[in-house]
């Protein structure tokens, strides 16, 4: 059982280049999530998707999209990455009944 | 929306003494309040939480205490050691889908 999965765990990117941010789960989760972390501000919520099939927009969408692959993934997409996207993003996921939300490692990103 | 604020923003503490973290919430309608623990490089981890209709819950040396009518709560270390040294996040449900709204941290640095 290896809990929530992110690849890459870091990636360097150049300005207006694309990149697709991979998490899936094990658990049989419902819901899952995807957060950015940046020094001082904790962390943000930037998509969530309630279940298979479905997305909805958190706190800071802007300049992202996400797909819900299936029960198991939730990839995050860059499609033309910035300065202001530099940061440690991380994926989480939560069973239907329950708000314990449990995350992955994070992948550090750094746009130049 | 919920907003959720932390105090202090770092916290250094004698190996052995207690360490007090606070965290308030605006957003009455809330009823689930996690704390979360991230060590460097790694994801939030789960250390304790606490429902609405609780005032208190206690694992071993970790605590948190509930006051719904000031909308604060706070978690309490005892007898902290040098693997206690961390950031803390607090957080508070939020809406529908399992939502949580994070405070921005607090670095916990244990002096042994």
């Known amino acids: 059982n290896a809990g929530v999965t992110q690849t890459p765990k870091f990636q360097v990117l150049k300005t207006g280049q694309s990149m697709t941010l991979q998490c899936a789960q094990d658990?049989?989760?419902?819901?899952m999530y995807w957060y950015r972390q940046d020094p001082g501000m904790g962390l943000r919520l930037i998509y969530y998707s309630a279940s298979e099939g479905t997305t909805d927009k958190g706190e800071v969408p802007n300049g992202y999209n996400v797909s819900r692959l299936n029960k198991r993934e939730f990839s995050l997409r860059l499609e033309s990455a910035a300065p202001s996207q530099t940061s440690v993003y991380f994926c989480a996921s939560v069973t239907g009944n329950s708000y314990e939300q449990y995350f992955g490692p994070g992948t550090r990103l750094t746009v130049t | 929306g919920e907003n959720v604020e932390q105090h202090p923003s770092t916290l250094s503490v004698q190996e052995g003494d207690s360490a007090v973290i606070k965290c308030t919430y605006s957003?009455?309608?809330?009823?689930?309040f996690p704390w979360y623990k991230q060590e460097l490089g790694k994801g939030p981890q789960l250390i304790i939480d606490i429902r609405s209709n609780v005032g208190e819950k206690k694992d071993q040396r970790i605590a948190v205490t509930l006051n719904k009518t000031a909308k604060h709560f706070s978690l309490h270390i005892t007898e902290t050691q040098p693997e206690d040294s961390a950031v803390y996040f607090c957080?508070?449900?939020?809406?529908?889908?399992?939502?949580?709204?994070f405070g921005k941290g607090n670095q916990v640095v244990v002096i042994p």
């Open positions: 957080a508070a449900s939020m809406g529908g889908n399992n939502r949580l709204a």
């Open positions: 658990m049989n989760h419902n819901s």
């Open positions: 957003d009455s309608a809330s009823n689930y």
